[in-house]
Nanobody, 122 residues
Framework: QVQLVESGGGLVQPGGSLRVSCAAS????????MGWYRQAPGKQREFVAT???????IFADSVKGRFTIFTDNAKKVVYLEMNSLKAEDTAVYYC????????????????WGQGTQVTVSS
């Protein structure tokens, strides 16, 4: 099995910064990509950012220039550095990863973390 555990959420003032992280563990053979989604109250879950094993990054237009995504491959951790935070960034942030396991090395499966709350408010 594979587990994704997020940490680092919290309350921050508008204009502030916050870093959330997600650690992957379990029967991992290879991690193809890791990324972040978010879900605000009353809204659908939306894509935020992703990074591939080759280092390619993609960001939602709403966070471009403000958020950065990077990984510690050795530790199987992905980070989302959030700067110039706005009230509309308030949401539960979910980690997502595309992973092959030691039991199914040719099958790429999608895994989700439990989410971490980020609240931007004065």
């Amino acid at each position: 099995q594979v587990q994704l555990v997020e940490s680092g959420g919290g309350l921050v003032q508008p204009g502030g910064s916050l870093r959330v992280s997600c650690a992957a563990s379990g029967s991992i053979f290879d991690i193809k990509s890791m990324g972040w989604y978010r879900q605000a109250p009353g809204k659908q879950r939306e894509f935020v950012a992703t990074i591939t094993s080759g280092g390619k990054t993609i960001f939602a237009d709403s966070v471009k220039g403000r958020f950065t995504i990077f990984t510690d491959n050795a530790k199987k951790v992905v980070y989302l550095e959030m700067n110039s935070l706005k009230a509309e960034d308030t949401a539960v942030y979910y980690c997502n990863a595309a992973i092959t396991t030691t039991r199914a090395r040719n099958v790429v499966a999608s895994y989700w973390g439990q989410g971490t709350q980020v609240t931007v408010s004065s």
